[in-house]
Structures are given as C-alpha cells and as structure tokens.
C-alpha cells in the first residue's frame, strides 16, 4: 500500500517562498515518475509539475519559471521549492505518481497566499 506524506505548507504573503516535501513509501519511488499537483477551493484538482526517474521536469504554464521540482530517491522525498508566490497558488497540494496517480492520495498540505 502506497503511502503519500505532503508537509511545508503555510502562509505566506505575495513574493515569498514555501518549499514542500513529500515522503513516499511502499513503491519504488526511484523508478516512478512523480508530481505535485494541488486543488483550489471550487476546482478540480490540476497537475502543476513532474519530475521523472531520470530527472526531466515539466511544469504546467502558469507556475514555469517560479516553481522547482525535485526529488532526492535515497531518501524516498519529493519536494517544490515555490518562489515568487501569488494569490493564485492558493491550494491544498499533494504529491502523487504522474500523469497518472496511485490510488491513495496523501492528506495534502495546505499553501494559503494572501497579504
């Protein structure tokens, strides 16, 4: 049974930063690609990065250039270092195999930006 651990969630005013992490378990993390993806109140749940076993990234548009994907697989720990934050990152994000998800998802961890 895979299970999902999200932390590093906060509050934080517009321009800061947050970096999460993801503790992973119960899959061979080192060979799964993997992604953070995050649901905004009234929204569906979207994909924003992905980081495959063999490093590549891909970044949805709207975070390129300000968020960072990476994953450390000695440690089984995924993690997004996010810059440069707006109101629009307001949401609940979680970490999960990509393009396509386990079954389990974590509880999530919460990024609120706001003034």
């Known amino acids: 049974q895979v299970q999902l651990v999200e932390s590093g969630g906060g509050l934080v005013q517009p321009g800061g930063s947050l970096r999460l992490s993801c503790t992973v378990s119960?899959?061979?993390?080192?060979?799964?690609?993997m992604g953070w993806y995050r649901q905004a109140p009234g929204k569906q749940r979207e994909l924003v990065a992905t980081?495959?076993?063999?490093?590549?990234?891909i970044y949805e548009n709207s975070v390129k250039g300000r968020f960072t994907i990476s994953r450390d697989n000695a440690k089984n720990t995924l993690y997004l270092q996010m810059n440069s934050l707006k109101p629009d990152d307001t949401a609940v994000y979680y970490c999960?195999?990509?393009?396509?998800?386990?079954?389990?998802w974590g509880q999530g961890t919460q990024v609120t930006v706001s003034s």
């Open positions: 119960g899959s061979i993390f080192s060979i799964q690609a």
């Open positions: 999960n195999a990509a393009p396509i998800s386990y079954g389990a």
């Open positions: 980081i495959g076993s063999g490093g590549y990234t």
